[in-house]
């Protein structure tokens, strides 16, 4: 199921899925032809494009969540930041909009994600396989 809205730092967002055209924070019209997606930050309107396959649906929203976290953190589009400080700023408000969103989770990964107690973390910092598993 598509989440109709998302949690992003202290923002809430609507997403529209179907909607026939996307507007961007002037008013003006955003042409499906040229875009798969677009988030106005200043109506917090996250629009997917009707017009492609699923799995870029997926890809679409997550491209856009990254664009509303990198708002949320301050980030402009004219701004080119060194990629660890992106990371660096970028990879609290992923968590949290992951951790807020269970309806996001689901969408973007086909199923829930593991319990923190079903996942083990090993010495580099990485997870590894839910606890059990093969």
């Known amino acids: 199921m598509r989440p109709s809205s998302v949690k992003i730092g202290p923002f809430t967002y609507e997403v529209r899925w179907d909607a026939e055209r996307a507007y961007n924070t002037e008013g003006q019209e955003i042409p499906w032809r040229k875009v798969w997606g677009y988030s106005n930050h200043s109506h917090q309107i996250i629009y997917v494009s009707p017009n492609v396959?699923?799995?870029?649906?997926?890809?679409?929203?997550l491209h856009e969540l990254l664009h509303c976290c990198a708002f949320a953190n301050g980030v402009q589009y004219h701004v080119k930041l060194p990629e660890e400080e992106w990371v660096n700023r970028t990879s609290p408000h992923l968590l949290l909009l992951l951790q807020d969103n269970p309806e996001v989770r689901e969408f973007l990964f086909g199923s829930p994600l593991p319990n923190s107690d079903d996942v083990e973390i090993i010495d580099n910092g990485h997870t590894s396989a839910p606890v059990g598993a093969s």
């Open 53 to 61: 396959h699923d799995n870029m649906r997926r890809v679409t929203f």
